[in-house]
């Protein structure tokens, strides 16, 4: 899937903006066909954002079902005859979208692209509508899996009461979180393109795929170097383009040629589309993870999507504050806890350098203490063909960035239950099939004796809470216990071991030595301890701080308004552990 992009042939009008909204409290918009006309007394809201924290009304905070988007556009007469994609970012979880009232594209899965072919639908040299109906319902079936409860009445819950469990540890934000586009491109048009690169010495090869719409096969294409300067040229829907003396993309050393896809034409090409290339090899061996051929040691952190006001909103600032951040504490790399983040910030990670383990939203599949998660009436065959198909849609994706080093297909799953090996088994095999370049991962907080599917996976990823969840307050305990743990899942998998969280919540400004667990200094003197392990062991390949920074999560009693396992607080100030870490990763190799 091409991500939008302008060219000669191309026209990228971005939607973003203050759209009009109404929340559908009594379930009735489908049923009083809402997409059938302007909606009625609407409010204003934002595009991209959550809506959840934009206004002073709890109840649409807490909003559980659908709520619907509307705005409208003018179809200039000269885009007639082409193509014109609607474009979503993302909507979570469920969309459904009219174009003046016509029914175009319906989506299930909270984080990734969708788009609709809507030029027949369009009044050109007029106003247009379109309508969106975002639910961010959560069942056995989604993936994150949830549950919408309806009481009975009784001394507990009044009548008609309905909520919304999850079992993840992050709030569940809502709306139409990455921006809306629209693109208009030629009739016949270049569909999607996938690369693959290798390397041999100093010449690499960069092999690449073309699907063009309505059965065309002419292609030409050229790859750029960042000057501009044509370094190889190709013809047809597939080849391999060899690179003399290539320049690679590395963590902290990014380098992006321009795959040039043109459909010639006579005069000027019908279509021209411009895909960034990194060129980069990636290998795992027993106790190193090797890009370039150069061990590759994972520091950086598991992050979240989530900021003051606009919850999971894309926005620009954010993110680039982030990747700012990012550069000064000495980090290369993050995982994309617990779902795929915005085509935006894959963008960023090509072009700035920074590595990316790409994780599916499968997280909150560990349903005990209240009994088995893998079983036919819960996490079961609904579910698995839900995350198959976001593994579909991810690898579609995401393939073609440099800055995707490797899959993940889950995060802390019940992986003790025997049921969860042919569930996962199959999302292993699917990545594997559609994509033979890239390693895979499961992230469990299970132990090498008792985790039924680290086995499957090509890197041991584990998160360990020494001090936190297990023993807490024990700091003392958890050099021995981290030692002992980590020897022995390399022992029983020989393969390279990166502990993908660990971490302390530490309230930003509360004080206490010695350290007591949710000061400042807890965090610093745990992370401490941890590192000593890390440093003795030489099949890590890497270190994960849980989290980048706090995040809001549901209200319960363990959380002090959200998780404040941030080394930078939500605002993105650092905590005492961000001038430590720095400290650490500028001077680690
Ligand atoms: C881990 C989860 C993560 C949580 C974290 C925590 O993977 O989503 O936020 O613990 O409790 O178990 O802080």
Request: hydrophobic share 35%; with cysteine; net charge positive.
């Amino acid at each position: 899937m091409l991500y939008p992009r302008e060219s000669e042939t191309r026209f990228v009008k971005d939607l973003s903006g203050l759209w009009r909204f109404r929340c559908d409290r009594a379930e009735e918009g489908f049923a009083k066909r809402w997409f059938d006309a302007p909606l009625r007394d609407p409010i204003l809201m934002p595009v991209p954002a959550s809506y959840n924290d934009i206004t002073q009304d709890v109840t649409l905070r807490d909003h559980v079902g659908w709520v619907w988007y509307e705005t409208t556009l003018f179809a200039p007469a000269s885009w007639q005859g082409q193509s014109v994609l609607l474009r979503f970012g993302s909507a979570t979880h469920h969309a459904t979208a009219w174009v003046n009232g016509r029914e175009v594209v319906s989506h299930k899965g909270g984080y990734m692209p969708f788009e609709a072919e809507i030029a027949g639908h369009l009044h050109y040299g007029e106003e247009n509508r379109i309508t969106v109906a975002v639910s961010n319902m959560l069942d056995w079936t989604t993936i994150p899996p949830g549950q919408v409860k309806t009481p009975p009445e009784g001394p507990r819950y009044p009548k008609g009461f309905k909520f919304q469990e999850i079992y993840q540890d992050f709030f569940n934000y809502s709306g139409l979180h990455r921006p809306v586009r629209l693109v208009v491109r030629p009739k016949d048009h270049i569909e999607d393109i996938a690369v693959r690169t290798g390397v041999r010495g100093r010449d690499a090869q960069v092999f690449y795929a073309v699907t063009l719409s309505g059965g065309r096969r002419d292609v030409r294409v050229r790859l750029l170097d960042e000057k501009g300067r044509v370094v190889a040229r190709g013809e047809g829907l597939k080849g391999r383009l060899p690179v003399k003396n290539a320049r690679l993309w590395f963590p902290g050393k990014a380098y992006l040629y321009t795959l040039e896809v043109e459909m010639p034409a006579a005069g000027r090409p019908e279509d021209i589309y411009r895909q960034p290339v990194g060129i980069r090899t990636i290998k795992v061996t027993k106790k190193q993870f090797r890009i370039n051929g150069k061990p590759f040691y994972f520091k950086g952190f598991g992050k979240h999507e989530d900021a003051d006001i606009r919850g999971k909103g894309h926005d620009d600032a954010t993110d680039l504050k982030d990747f700012n951040l990012l550069g000064w504490i000495g980090a290369n790399s993050f995982r994309t806890s617990h779902y795929p983040y915005s085509e935006e910030i894959m963008e960023l990670a090509d072009r700035l350098g920074v590595a990316v383990i790409d994780e599916t939203p499968a997280v909150g599949l560990n349903y005990f203490p209240h009994g088995k998660t893998f079983q036919p009436d819960r996490v079961g065959e609904g579910s698995q063909a839900h995350l198959l198909q976001v593994i579909r849609e991810m690898v579609e994706r995401d393939r073609n960035h440099p800055c995707v080093v490797m899959w993940c297909v889950a995060n802390e799953a019940a992986t003790e239950e025997p049921e969860s090996v042919p569930y996962f088994r199959p999302c292993l095999d699917l990545f594997r099939k559609l994509d033979s370049t890239r390693p895979v991962s499961i992230v469990t907080c299970c132990d090498p004796d008792t985790c039924l599917c680290t086995g499957m996976a090509d890197v041991v990823c584990v998160n360990r809470y020494y001090s936190w969840y297990n023993d807490p307050g024990r700091l003392d305990l958890v050099e021995h216990q981290l030692e002992h743990n980590l020897r022995a899942w390399h022992k029983k998998f020989g393969r390279p071991v990166i502990v993908t969280e660990y971490g302390a919540d530490a309230v930003a400004g509360l004080h206490a030595d010695p350290p007591v667990m949710f000061s400042e200094e807890y965090q610093v003197e745990m992370l401490d301890r941890f590192h000593r392990v890390f440093d003795k062991l030489d099949f890590m390949a890497g270190e994960h701080v849980w989290n980048f920074a706090d995040f809001m999560t549901r209200q319960e009693i363990r959380r002090v308004v959200g998780n404040r396992k941030g080394v930078f607080t939500r605002e993105r100030q650092p905590k005492m552990i961000a001038h430590a870490l720095r400290r650490r990763w500028t001077r680690l190799k």
